[in-house]
């Protein structure tokens, strides 16, 4: 079946800090994967996708490749800033399966001045 | 363009009660998708609507229920409510939600039930 396995969290960096929250998925067929990321009080936006292997999705400074041969999805920013605190949500969707997202438990990061 | 809306945004009820929870998707998406979330099971797929008709549907008991107008507004229904059912409620609509499924969510419905 189609699973997603999310980096415990919470995280907490200093600004300017190098960030990777880890994710690997599990698919029956091909997915397209997705970050999300959810602040305070609000739902989900997009953060970034991918829809095919060896895909980069970039958006804001973050970015994240899908690497099929390891089934992975990590998320990284190379210098987070306080603005980045919140909840990120890694999430895979299977065209050949059921017709919906499948989502991580998620990863509360913040980011201290 | 204005993005997806929910109403209402805080709700509470008690337990045995039923509530219905709106969302407006955006302008010209056919697809809406409701999602539950809670600390202990994060986010669970409820259901799919798509031109009127459940497409998909979650592992949720038949007390769950939606339904999408032909403006492709969608409604859930939760009836005898329990304890456990209080939870953020979201709403994501997309195009087709099929290709790629690039999903756009709303702020969520806070359901409290005492």
């Known amino acids: 079946g189609n699973s997603v396995t999310q980096m415990e969290g919470p995280v907490t960096l200093s600004e300017e800090a190098f960030l990777t929250i880890n994710c690997t998925y599990t698919?029956?067929?091909?997915?397209?994967l997705f970050w999300y990321v959810q602040y305070p009080g609000e739902g989900l936006q997009l953060l970034l996708k991918?829809?095919?292997?060896?895909d980069k999705g970039s958006n804001k400074g973050f970015e994240a490749t899908y690497r099929k041969e390891t089934t992975s999805f990590h998320l990284e920013k190379g210098s987070v800033q306080v603005s980045d605190s919140a909840v990120y949500f890694c999430?895979?969707?299977?065209?050949?399966?059921?017709?919906?997202?499948?989502f991580g438990t998620g990863t509360r990061l913040t980011v201290i001045p | 363009k204005a993005g997806v809306t929910q109403t209402p945004r805080y709700l509470i009820k008690t337990r045995g009660q039923q509530v219905t929870l709106s969302c407006s998707p955006i302008?010209?998406?056919?697809?809406v998708s409701w999602y539950q979330q809670t600390p202990g099971q994060g986010l669970q797929f409820l259901f799919e609507?798509?031109?009127?008709?459940?497409?998909n549907k979650g592992n949720f008991p038949g007390r769950f229920s939606g339904r999408q107008f032909s403006n492709s507004r969608s409604e859930m229904n939760v009836s005898t409510l329990e304890l456990g059912d209080s939870a953020l409620y979201l709403c994501?609509?997309?195009?087709?939600?099929?290709?790629?499924?690039?999903?756009?969510f709303g702020p969520g419905t806070r359901l409290t039930v005492t």
């Open positions: 302008s010209g998406h056919r697809s």
């Open positions: 609507y798509f031109s009127e008709t459940q497409r």
């Open positions: 698919a029956t067929g091909y997915p397209s």
């Open positions: 994501a609509s997309s195009w087709t939600g099929t290709e790629n499924y690039e999903q756009y």
């Open positions: 991918a829809t095919k292997a060896d």
């Open positions: 999430a895979l969707f299977d065209q050949t399966g059921a017709n919906n997202l499948f």
